[in-house]
């Protein structure tokens, strides 16, 4: 299974890159993987809800932990989050007081919510989390039991928490969102509790980003406690009035109209009824748009039981954003402005609640006592509050710097019989206020009369007569305009304006620092969130690494079994099955010969091994042809023994503290491994890439070595600097048993530190080798032989053997190669030593400097410090004398060579 398949997702309408072939395949992978780990998370579940109570100690927070859920939800594909919390809902049902409480403690369902919120959501989801709340799988399409909420657990109700993180992403999907929100409602509806939770865990915070990704505002703001709705309402629609796009400003002005009505409604509505009738009775939404909502399909089907009374006004908040959305469509279609229209209803709305209370106050005088019905009693004890706003409100509506439109609403207040009693009560003299309006009647009376009809003249007429009986000297319509009367009109119009626009600063100062109040305490929640969630984040990490560690120590485990097993095997077989052995079979034991690695005494490379020859039929003669031959149980360790071996030798290098790593290449005659060199403390460790790409390439060229080999420092004998492909970057390491490695690395540098670093360690068998003079003197003195001294000067000159490009090489003695006798007291047959073998004759000799010269002339012709092309430098010669072809074809008929060779020639 590869390693990133928990990045892989069930998504067939996702878009790849790759070609079409790849990209099916690919598909079918994911959506395999997808549904394998679905089906073990299933699994899990089903004996999580099975498991004996007396074993949950030991899985409960151990094996199965909410935390490691929480992260794993965290997956693009549908299917694995409906699977992590099917497991979650099972982990609920079987887990103790303690355990839920802590979850709580750390705002799980906060979590779930944040991490959900990063995907889409999805049908299947959705109904999660239903199942979740009411114990039980439910559909979107199922009738809900609104009833069993009475009996649903304190925790269990929580669990509704996440599906705020799925309602802005799923705008993308108009029935999901509808659904959603149809759920809410309803289950909002039926339990009280549930809206304290959902408003405390920021339902507004998202109803407001949803609203502002709608009209593309990505910022926004979030709910807070209970009692403080309506100023959060306010709050966060004032706060999307700074958005720079009109439409939005303008919905966030006419929702604030429309949050303020409807609390006002609420409490006349709970005011006007029996104490005795609040908790079985409530009055739907007086909503135009409320029929609506009966026509559409709800999921929850028909309320079968009504509001406690303290729900009410959270029932008819809900209610407002969504009849507000429908008004705005509908005007948005027409092109009309949502927020006069908001702004009209709501001040005719405010200015007759406020007559309503002086007229209550007036009624009330003398009997010396307050109403005795709620409603009239909340009016009566706002009466002092009254009388200045009605006074406010109409020289604000009176005002000529308001459109003329604007001006007549405010007519319709002389139509009240009472208005003259209301106007006495209200127009205090040390507001001005009945100067002022009798200015502003003035004003529209004469200058703006064709715009009038006869009936608003005859409302300005009883408005100016009322003013008069309060007091207050208005201006006769009559009387022409004089200078200062245009002057005071100017005064007071520019009055207003300053007194709005400080009015207005004031208001703005006051509601900038009420949202920074709002955010400032929720962004003290979501720092908390924030730290629970790293820390969470932090903790299933490293779980996930100590749980990988023992997955990987078990497959090391399996390995160093299979290992023992396969090698006990071979020991077997090798002691029964020989040549002298009681099972030897003639027909399975190997015939050929191939020479072995390792060096005896002065380097020489005489030991045989029996081996199968694996060369071709039709490069063999007809008499030596036979059939392809495999050992005696051979089926046991086919495709084993080198990868076995390789991940013995990881396991070894695990075992121990290492001190000192480097990238590497392994160079033998058939091969060129890559992997890393590990110094450890007892030994050194060569541990391959690819364990299986290693085995292929022995196979193909018949290597009998495993990639990856181990030694201990007391195995090293000699260690020397070397140049591998022209490069002064390897280094040659003699083992004791006879045994030589050769590595290479990046740079001269990187070997320079390996070679340090090993001659540092304790290396007890460590020999000198770098005097070469006392080497000649033992030549010399006759104490090695000729043979000896070539292979050691062969060494001190850099070559190997486990270079084919630097095979150690011996000189040519002899000069006569066409006589049939030779006497080898004759100084004549031996050739010159002290010259090169390719110029032995002064014809060759003079050839060779003649071509030198040659080349050194075009050199000097050609050179220019401009040429892009300089001329190739003088040389005597073209080619070196030995090389891999060379000596593959001297070793042709010595196996494992022959392979090569055949390998080499293609």
Known sequence: MPEDWESYTYSPGYERAHSKTESNDRSSTEDCLVLICCGLYDLLRGILLLLPDLMLEEVMDKLIQPEALIVLV????????????????????????????????????????????????????????????????????????????????PFRKRCIIPVLGLI???????????????????????????????????????????????NGMENGSSGSQYFRIIEDLITLLGFMQTSKMRRTQEMAVALQFRVLQSAIEFIKTTSNQEPQKLSSSVNPPSSPHHAIYQKRKSIAGRRRFSLAQTDSLLMRMRSVASDELNQMMQRRMSQENPYSCHKKSFQKDILKLMMDGIKISLGSTGRGGAPHQQWRRILWSCRDTFRVQIGRLLVHTLSPALPLTDRKEALEFVFDPRHLDILKESLSPGLEHGPKLSLYLYEMLHDHKDSLTKDEQNAVGVFMTSLKLCGHRCIPPNAPHKQDLLKAIKD??????????????????????????????????????????????????????????????????????????????QELVQQLTHDRAVWYDQTTYPTSWQLDPTEGPN???????????TIPNKYLLKDRRKSEVKAALSFLFEDKTHSSFSSTVKDK??????????????????????????????????????????????????????????????????????????????????????RT????????KFRDDVYHNILTSDLPNLLEHGNITALTQLWGSGQISNFEYLTHLNKHAGRSFNDLMQYPVFPFILRDYTSETLDLQEPNIYRNLSKP???????????????YRYLEEEYKKGIREDDPMPPVQPYHYGSHYSNSGTVLHFLVRMPPFTKMFLAYQG
């Open 492 to 569: 007071e119009k520019f009055k207003y304006e300053a007194e709005e626009k400080t009015s207005k600063v004031a208001w703005e100062k006051k509601m900038a620092n009420t949202q920074r109040n709002l955010i400032q305490r929720l962004d003290g929640k979501s720092k908390d969130i924030s730290k629970i969630a790293a820390d969470i984040t932090q903790n299933v990490s490293l779980r996930q690494g100590m749980e990988r560690k023992k997955v990987i120590q078990h497959i090391r485990g399996l390995y160093k079994t299979d290992l023992s097993a396969s090698r006990h095997w």
């Open 653 to 738: 290098a695990t075992s121990e503290p290492i001190r000192f790593t480097r990238r590497c290449i392994s160079v033998a005659p058939s091969r060129e491994t890559a992997g890393e060199l590990l110094l450890g403390k007892s030994g050194m460790y060569f541990v391959e890439d690819n364990a299986a790409d290693a085995h292929d390439n022995q196979s193909l060229h018949g290597e009998t070595e495993a990639p990856s080999f181990s030694w201990t420092y007391e195995e090293i004998k000699e260690v020397h600097k070397r140049w591998w492909q022209l490069r002064d970057n390897a280094v040659e390491i003699f083992l004791t048993n006879g």
């Open 74 to 153: 965290n997956h693009s594909s549908p299917l694995i989050q409906q699977g992590v919390m099917k497991l979650l809902d099972a982990y609920f049902s079987r887990a103790v007081k303690e355990q839920k409480e802590k979850f709580l403690k750390n705002h799980g369902f906060s979590l779930l919510a944040n991490q959900l919120y990063i995907h889409q959501g999805s049908q299947g989801l959705l109904e999660c989390f239903l199942e979740m709340l009411f114990g039980r799988p439910v559909g979107l399409e199922e009738d809900l039991d609104l009833e069993e909420m009475e009996n649903i657990s």
């Open 741 to 748: 490695l050769l590595l290479a690395f990046d740079n001269t």
């Open 603 to 613: 380097r020489e490379r005489r030991r045989l091994q029996r081996c199968y020859l």
């Open 168 to 214: 802005e992403n799923s705008l993308y999907e108009n029935s999901l969102v509808h659904n959603i929100l149809c759920m809410l409602l309803q289950l909002l509806n039926a339990c009280p509790k549930l809206a304290d939770i959902l408003l405390d865990h920021g339902l507004l915070y998202v109803l407001f980003n949803t609203l502002s990704t709608l």
């Open 837 to 851: 073998i390719a110029v032995q004759s002064k014809e060759k000799e003079d050839r060779y400097v003649d071509n």
